[in-house]
Protein backbone atom coordinates (compact mmCIF):
# COMPACT_ATOMS: atom_id res chain seq x y z
CA UNK A 1 0.00 0.00 0.00
CA UNK A 2 1.56 3.72 -0.87
CA UNK A 3 2.14 5.88 1.86
CA UNK A 4 -0.78 8.32 0.84
CA UNK A 5 -3.68 5.44 0.96
CA UNK A 6 -2.02 4.50 3.82
CA UNK A 7 -2.54 8.42 5.26
CA UNK A 8 -6.06 8.07 4.22
CA UNK A 9 -6.83 4.76 5.66
CA UNK A 10 -5.84 5.81 8.83
CA UNK A 11 -7.37 9.32 8.70
CA UNK A 12 -10.64 7.54 7.79
CA UNK A 13 -10.04 5.30 10.96
CA UNK A 14 -9.58 7.95 13.36
CA UNK A 15 -12.66 10.01 11.86
CA UNK A 16 -14.89 6.34 12.62
CA UNK A 17 -13.47 6.09 16.15
CA UNK A 18 -13.94 9.82 17.14
CA UNK A 19 -17.57 9.86 15.95
CA UNK A 20 -18.05 6.74 17.73
CA UNK A 21 -16.58 7.91 21.11
CA UNK A 22 -18.42 11.30 20.24
CA UNK A 23 -22.04 9.11 20.30
CA UNK A 24 -21.12 7.18 23.15
CA UNK A 25 -19.99 10.48 25.09
CA UNK A 26 -22.99 11.93 24.36
CA UNK A 27 -25.59 9.11 25.55
CA UNK A 28 -23.99 9.66 28.76
CA UNK A 29 -24.44 13.52 28.69
CA UNK A 30 -28.57 13.85 28.45
CA UNK A 31 -30.55 17.02 27.96
CA UNK A 32 -33.02 16.93 31.30
CA UNK A 33 -36.53 18.07 31.88
CA UNK A 34 -38.81 18.25 35.18
CA UNK A 35 -42.23 17.33 33.63
CA UNK A 36 -45.54 17.89 35.99
CA UNK A 37 -49.31 17.78 34.98
CA UNK A 38 -52.51 15.49 35.26
CA UNK A 39 -52.87 12.16 34.12
CA UNK A 40 -56.31 10.76 32.85
CA UNK A 41 -57.45 9.87 35.58
CA UNK A 42 -56.74 13.30 37.35
CA UNK A 43 -53.85 12.89 39.64
CA UNK A 44 -50.98 15.43 39.86
CA UNK A 45 -47.72 13.62 38.49
CA UNK A 46 -44.12 14.53 38.20
CA UNK A 47 -41.83 12.82 35.58
CA UNK A 48 -38.09 13.50 35.52
CA UNK A 49 -36.83 12.92 31.34
CA UNK A 50 -33.63 12.68 30.27
CA UNK A 51 -33.11 11.93 26.53
CA UNK A 52 -34.51 12.54 22.90
CA UNK A 53 -36.85 14.68 22.03
CA UNK A 54 -39.43 11.79 19.99
CA UNK A 55 -39.22 10.04 23.48
CA UNK A 56 -40.04 12.83 25.78
CA UNK A 57 -43.38 13.78 23.54
CA UNK A 58 -44.18 9.84 23.01
CA UNK A 59 -44.39 9.74 27.14
CA UNK A 60 -46.12 13.02 27.78
CA UNK A 61 -48.63 12.05 25.23
CA UNK A 62 -49.33 8.77 27.40
CA UNK A 63 -48.51 10.68 31.02
CA UNK A 64 -50.27 13.67 30.54
CA UNK A 65 -52.86 13.39 27.73
CA UNK A 66 -54.41 16.84 28.33
CA UNK A 67 -50.80 18.55 28.47
CA UNK A 68 -47.95 19.41 30.89
CA UNK A 69 -45.57 21.72 31.91
CA UNK A 70 -42.21 21.19 31.29
CA UNK A 71 -38.90 22.68 32.56
CA UNK A 72 -35.35 22.18 30.90
CA UNK A 73 -32.81 21.59 33.41
CA UNK A 74 -30.09 21.68 31.13
CA UNK A 75 -28.10 18.60 30.81
CA UNK A 76 -26.79 15.98 33.35
CA UNK A 77 -25.26 13.28 32.86
CA UNK A 78 -26.39 9.56 32.78
CA UNK A 79 -25.34 8.66 36.81
CA UNK A 80 -26.62 12.19 37.96
CA UNK A 81 -30.43 11.15 37.05
CA UNK A 82 -31.05 9.34 39.48
CA UNK A 83 -30.44 11.35 42.36
CA UNK A 84 -32.20 14.66 40.43
CA UNK A 85 -35.04 12.45 40.67
CA UNK A 86 -34.94 12.35 44.31
CA UNK A 87 -33.99 15.58 45.02
CA UNK A 88 -36.96 16.95 43.45
CA UNK A 89 -39.26 14.83 44.55
CA UNK A 90 -40.14 12.85 41.10
CA UNK A 91 -42.71 10.09 40.77
CA UNK A 92 -41.21 8.27 37.69
CA UNK A 93 -37.77 9.07 36.07
CA UNK A 94 -37.16 8.06 32.61
CA UNK A 95 -33.75 7.92 30.67
CA UNK A 96 -32.69 7.43 27.02
CA UNK A 97 -30.48 4.27 27.23
CA UNK A 98 -28.21 2.91 25.02
CA UNK A 99 -26.33 -0.56 24.55
CA UNK A 100 -23.12 0.94 26.83
CA UNK A 101 -25.14 3.06 29.13
CA UNK A 102 -27.54 0.29 29.65
CA UNK A 103 -25.01 -2.08 31.12
CA UNK A 104 -22.37 0.36 32.60
CA UNK A 105 -25.34 1.15 35.62
CA UNK A 106 -27.44 -2.28 35.80
CA UNK A 107 -30.35 -1.22 38.46
CA UNK A 108 -32.67 -3.78 39.81
CA UNK A 109 -35.03 -0.66 40.02
CA UNK A 110 -35.18 0.28 36.77
CA UNK A 111 -36.64 -1.64 33.63
CA UNK A 112 -34.95 -1.26 29.74
CA UNK A 113 -38.15 -0.88 27.88
CA UNK A 114 -37.04 -1.19 24.08
CA UNK A 115 -37.97 2.14 21.83
CA UNK A 116 -39.06 -0.04 19.41
CA UNK A 117 -40.15 -3.93 18.98
CA UNK A 118 -39.90 -6.00 15.13
CA UNK A 119 -42.94 -7.38 14.98
CA UNK A 120 -44.11 -10.36 12.72
CA UNK A 121 -47.41 -12.24 12.20
CA UNK A 122 -48.15 -15.77 10.91
CA UNK A 123 -50.95 -15.65 8.21
CA UNK A 124 -53.20 -18.40 7.15
CA UNK A 125 -56.25 -18.35 4.60
CA UNK A 126 -58.92 -19.83 6.29
CA UNK A 127 -58.19 -17.43 9.04
CA UNK A 128 -57.89 -14.35 6.59
CA UNK A 129 -61.13 -15.10 4.49
CA UNK A 130 -63.29 -16.94 7.04
CA UNK A 131 -62.00 -16.01 10.34
CA UNK A 132 -61.37 -18.64 13.28
CA UNK A 133 -62.44 -16.50 16.20
CA UNK A 134 -65.36 -14.36 16.88
CA UNK A 135 -63.20 -10.95 16.54
CA UNK A 136 -61.86 -11.93 13.06
CA UNK A 137 -65.80 -13.38 11.71
CA UNK A 138 -66.52 -9.71 13.09
CA UNK A 139 -64.30 -8.06 11.00
CA UNK A 140 -64.82 -9.61 8.13
CA UNK A 141 -68.38 -9.57 8.05
CA UNK A 142 -67.92 -5.51 8.53
CA UNK A 143 -66.03 -5.44 4.92
CA UNK A 144 -68.43 -7.61 3.25
CA UNK A 145 -71.17 -5.03 5.10
CA UNK A 146 -69.37 -1.90 3.64
CA UNK A 147 -69.00 -3.37 0.20
CA UNK A 148 -64.91 -3.56 0.78
CA UNK A 149 -62.81 -5.25 -1.71
CA UNK A 150 -58.77 -4.92 -3.00
CA UNK A 151 -56.54 -4.52 -5.97
CA UNK A 152 -52.96 -4.64 -6.71
CA UNK A 153 -51.18 -2.11 -8.35
CA UNK A 154 -47.60 -1.01 -9.07
CA UNK A 155 -48.91 2.28 -11.25
CA UNK A 156 -47.06 5.53 -10.58
CA UNK A 157 -50.01 7.53 -10.71
CA UNK A 158 -51.43 5.47 -8.09
CA UNK A 159 -48.75 5.69 -6.14
CA UNK A 160 -48.41 9.20 -6.05
CA UNK A 161 -52.15 9.27 -5.34
CA UNK A 162 -51.67 6.61 -2.84
CA UNK A 163 -48.75 8.86 -0.55
CA UNK A 164 -50.42 12.71 -0.90
CA UNK A 165 -53.96 11.80 -0.39
CA UNK A 166 -54.07 8.31 1.85
CA UNK A 167 -50.38 7.95 3.55
CA UNK A 168 -49.57 11.69 4.24
CA UNK A 169 -52.79 12.79 5.90
CA UNK A 170 -52.98 9.70 8.26
CA UNK A 171 -49.35 9.91 9.15
CA UNK A 172 -49.87 13.67 10.38
CA UNK A 173 -53.50 12.73 11.71
CA UNK A 174 -51.43 9.89 14.15
CA UNK A 175 -48.24 12.12 14.89
CA UNK A 176 -48.53 15.83 14.15
CA UNK A 177 -45.24 17.66 14.50
CA UNK A 178 -43.23 14.50 15.27
CA UNK A 179 -44.42 12.44 11.79
CA UNK A 180 -41.57 11.00 10.23
CA UNK A 181 -42.70 10.85 6.75
CA UNK A 182 -41.23 8.62 4.22
CA UNK A 183 -39.94 10.03 0.90
CA UNK A 184 -42.38 9.62 -2.13
CA UNK A 185 -39.13 8.50 -4.02
CA UNK A 186 -38.17 6.14 -2.15
CA UNK A 187 -41.35 4.71 -2.20
CA UNK A 188 -40.90 4.61 -6.20
CA UNK A 189 -37.90 3.36 -6.13
CA UNK A 190 -38.68 0.38 -4.14
CA UNK A 191 -41.67 -0.53 -6.32
CA UNK A 192 -39.89 0.18 -10.04
CA UNK A 193 -36.97 -2.03 -8.78
CA UNK A 194 -39.80 -4.68 -8.20
CA UNK A 195 -39.63 -4.83 -4.08
CA UNK A 196 -42.94 -3.52 -3.36
CA UNK A 197 -46.98 -3.68 -4.13
CA UNK A 198 -49.38 -1.56 -3.56
CA UNK A 199 -52.84 -2.94 -2.29
CA UNK A 200 -55.68 -0.52 -2.76
CA UNK A 201 -59.01 -0.92 -0.81
CA UNK A 202 -61.71 -0.09 -2.81
CA UNK A 203 -65.64 0.42 -1.38
CA UNK A 204 -67.77 0.20 -4.47
CA UNK A 205 -66.21 2.10 -7.11
CA UNK A 206 -64.28 4.46 -4.67
CA UNK A 207 -60.18 3.91 -4.13
CA UNK A 208 -60.56 4.42 -0.02
CA UNK A 209 -57.02 3.30 1.61
CA UNK A 210 -53.99 1.24 0.31
CA UNK A 211 -51.07 -0.43 1.74
CA UNK A 212 -47.83 -0.55 0.64
CA UNK A 213 -45.30 -3.91 0.66
CA UNK A 214 -42.52 -4.14 0.32
CA UNK A 215 -39.87 -7.34 0.16
CA UNK A 216 -37.40 -7.24 2.16
CA UNK A 217 -34.78 -10.13 0.83
CA UNK A 218 -37.87 -11.94 -0.39
CA UNK A 219 -39.55 -11.57 2.96
CA UNK A 220 -42.83 -9.64 2.64
CA UNK A 221 -43.32 -6.12 5.11
CA UNK A 222 -46.23 -4.22 5.95
CA UNK A 223 -44.44 -0.88 5.07
CA UNK A 224 -46.85 1.84 5.47
CA UNK A 225 -50.32 1.93 5.47
CA UNK A 226 -53.33 5.10 4.33
CA UNK A 227 -56.52 6.50 4.53
CA UNK A 228 -57.96 8.66 2.04
CA UNK A 229 -57.63 12.08 4.11
CA UNK A 230 -57.18 10.19 6.97
CA UNK A 231 -61.61 9.87 7.02
CA UNK A 232 -62.78 8.91 10.16
CA UNK A 233 -65.64 8.01 8.87
CA UNK A 234 -63.83 4.82 7.23
CA UNK A 235 -62.52 4.13 10.48
CA UNK A 236 -65.13 3.51 11.61
CA UNK A 237 -66.06 1.18 9.12
CA UNK A 238 -63.90 -1.41 9.35
CA UNK A 239 -60.81 -0.25 6.85
CA UNK A 240 -58.15 -0.74 9.33
CA UNK A 241 -58.84 -3.92 9.83
CA UNK A 242 -59.27 -4.30 5.25
CA UNK A 243 -55.73 -2.75 5.12
CA UNK A 244 -54.58 -5.82 7.25
CA UNK A 245 -57.03 -8.75 6.04
CA UNK A 246 -56.73 -7.96 1.98
CA UNK A 247 -52.93 -7.23 2.53
CA UNK A 248 -52.46 -10.97 4.27
CA UNK A 249 -55.27 -12.25 1.50
CA UNK A 250 -53.13 -10.69 -1.50
CA UNK A 251 -49.88 -12.32 0.37
CA UNK A 252 -51.48 -15.85 1.38
CA UNK A 253 -52.02 -16.12 -2.75
CA UNK A 254 -48.84 -15.48 -3.46
CA UNK A 255 -47.55 -18.12 -1.35
CA UNK A 256 -46.47 -16.70 1.76
CA UNK A 257 -47.19 -18.07 5.57
CA UNK A 258 -45.36 -14.94 7.44
CA UNK A 259 -45.42 -11.26 7.33
CA UNK A 260 -43.46 -9.01 8.96
CA UNK A 261 -45.80 -6.19 10.51
CA UNK A 262 -43.16 -3.58 10.81
CA UNK A 263 -42.57 -1.74 14.44
CA UNK A 264 -44.44 -0.89 17.16
CA UNK A 265 -44.36 0.74 20.23
CA UNK A 266 -43.16 -1.27 23.90
CA UNK A 267 -46.38 -0.18 25.86
CA UNK A 268 -49.16 -2.66 25.24
CA UNK A 269 -51.83 -0.24 25.42
CA UNK A 270 -50.65 1.74 22.47
CA UNK A 271 -53.01 2.37 19.80
CA UNK A 272 -50.24 0.29 17.12
CA UNK A 273 -49.51 -2.13 19.36
CA UNK A 274 -53.37 -3.35 20.30
CA UNK A 275 -54.16 -3.03 16.90
CA UNK A 276 -51.46 -5.44 15.58
CA UNK A 277 -51.84 -7.67 18.23
CA UNK A 278 -55.56 -8.45 17.26
CA UNK A 279 -54.18 -9.72 13.85
CA UNK A 280 -51.18 -12.26 15.79
CA UNK A 281 -48.67 -10.08 16.43
CA UNK A 282 -45.41 -11.92 17.53
CA UNK A 283 -42.73 -10.18 18.91
CA UNK A 284 -39.16 -11.16 16.90
CA UNK A 285 -36.23 -7.84 17.88
CA UNK A 286 -35.86 -5.38 19.38
CA UNK A 287 -34.16 -1.60 18.71
CA UNK A 288 -30.89 -1.64 20.79
CA UNK A 289 -31.89 1.75 22.17
CA UNK A 290 -34.51 1.73 24.86
CA UNK A 291 -35.50 3.92 28.00
CA UNK A 292 -34.70 3.11 31.33
CA UNK A 293 -37.80 3.47 33.63
CA UNK A 294 -37.85 3.75 37.36
CA UNK A 295 -40.51 3.83 39.85
CA UNK A 296 -39.08 6.88 42.41
CA UNK A 297 -41.62 7.63 44.58
CA UNK A 298 -43.71 4.76 44.00
CA UNK A 299 -46.77 6.79 45.03
CA UNK A 300 -50.50 5.69 44.43
CA UNK A 301 -50.47 7.69 41.18
CA UNK A 302 -46.88 6.14 39.85
CA UNK A 303 -48.74 2.80 40.20
CA UNK A 304 -52.25 4.05 39.03
CA UNK A 305 -50.13 5.65 35.79
CA UNK A 306 -48.41 2.30 35.75
CA UNK A 307 -50.76 -0.32 36.22
CA UNK A 308 -52.93 1.30 33.29
CA UNK A 309 -49.69 0.91 30.89
CA UNK A 310 -47.97 -2.52 31.18
CA UNK A 311 -45.14 -2.35 28.68
CA UNK A 312 -41.77 -4.78 27.71
CA UNK A 313 -39.19 -4.86 28.94
CA UNK A 314 -35.91 -6.70 28.43
CA UNK A 315 -34.03 -8.76 31.39
CA UNK A 316 -31.63 -11.89 30.60
CA UNK A 317 -31.95 -11.44 27.27
CA UNK A 318 -35.29 -12.82 27.93
CA UNK A 319 -38.74 -10.48 26.96
CA UNK A 320 -41.55 -10.02 29.72
CA UNK A 321 -44.01 -7.56 30.56
CA UNK A 322 -44.54 -5.67 33.68
CA UNK A 323 -47.94 -5.27 35.34
CA UNK A 324 -48.15 -2.48 37.77
CA UNK A 325 -51.03 -4.07 40.26
CA UNK A 326 -52.72 -1.12 42.26
CA UNK A 327 -52.56 -3.26 45.57
CA UNK A 328 -50.83 -6.28 47.44
CA UNK A 329 -50.98 -9.81 46.68
CA UNK A 330 -52.02 -12.25 49.10
CA UNK A 331 -50.24 -15.36 48.76
CA UNK A 332 -53.53 -17.26 49.30
CA UNK A 333 -55.52 -15.70 46.83
CA UNK A 334 -56.54 -16.81 43.49
CA UNK A 335 -55.55 -13.23 41.82
CA UNK A 336 -53.91 -13.05 39.23
CA UNK A 337 -51.75 -10.48 37.63
CA UNK A 338 -53.86 -9.98 34.55
CA UNK A 339 -57.15 -10.19 37.12
CA UNK A 340 -57.01 -6.86 38.79
CA UNK A 341 -57.28 -4.37 35.34
CA UNK A 342 -59.20 -7.39 33.44
CA UNK A 343 -56.27 -7.19 30.81
CA UNK A 344 -55.62 -9.81 28.19
CA UNK A 345 -51.52 -9.14 28.21
CA UNK A 346 -50.82 -12.51 26.30
CA UNK A 347 -48.57 -11.79 23.80
CA UNK A 348 -46.31 -14.48 21.78
CA UNK A 349 -42.79 -13.80 21.95
CA UNK A 350 -43.10 -12.66 25.72
CA UNK A 351 -41.22 -14.81 28.23
CA UNK A 352 -43.77 -14.07 31.73
CA UNK A 353 -46.07 -11.05 32.77
CA UNK A 354 -44.37 -9.95 36.01
CA UNK A 355 -46.86 -8.66 38.91
CA UNK A 356 -45.41 -5.91 40.04
CA UNK A 357 -46.63 -5.10 43.56
CA UNK A 358 -46.81 -1.97 45.69
CA UNK A 359 -44.69 -3.98 48.40
CA UNK A 360 -41.93 -5.08 45.36
CA UNK A 361 -41.08 -2.71 42.70
CA UNK A 362 -37.82 -4.42 41.84
CA UNK A 363 -37.21 -5.53 38.28
CA UNK A 364 -37.80 -9.46 38.50
Not at 133 to 143: A, C, D, F, P, V
Not at 305 to 326: D, E, T
Request: a positive charge; aromatic letters at 10%.
Amino acid sequence: MKPNSRRALKNKIRISLDRTLLTHLRSLWLPTFKIEGKTAGGESLTLLYAGTDAERMYLKSILFPDGAKQQRLGRHFFWQIDPLATKLGADIQVSVATYITRFLFPSEQHFYIPTWLECEASIEKTSVTIGTTKSRRRQIKQLLKHNMHYSVTRDLDDLMHFYERMYKPLISQSHGGNALMMKADHMLERVTNGEGDLVLIHQGDDTIAGSLIVYDKGQPRLFSEGILDADKRYMRQGVGSAIYLFSFQYLIEKGFSRVNLGRCRAFVNDGVFYFKKRFGLEIIGELQKGMLLKNVSNSPASIKILSSNPFVYLKGGKRFIAHFLRKNIDSNSDATPDSENDLDLSVLGVEDVVAITPANDRVI
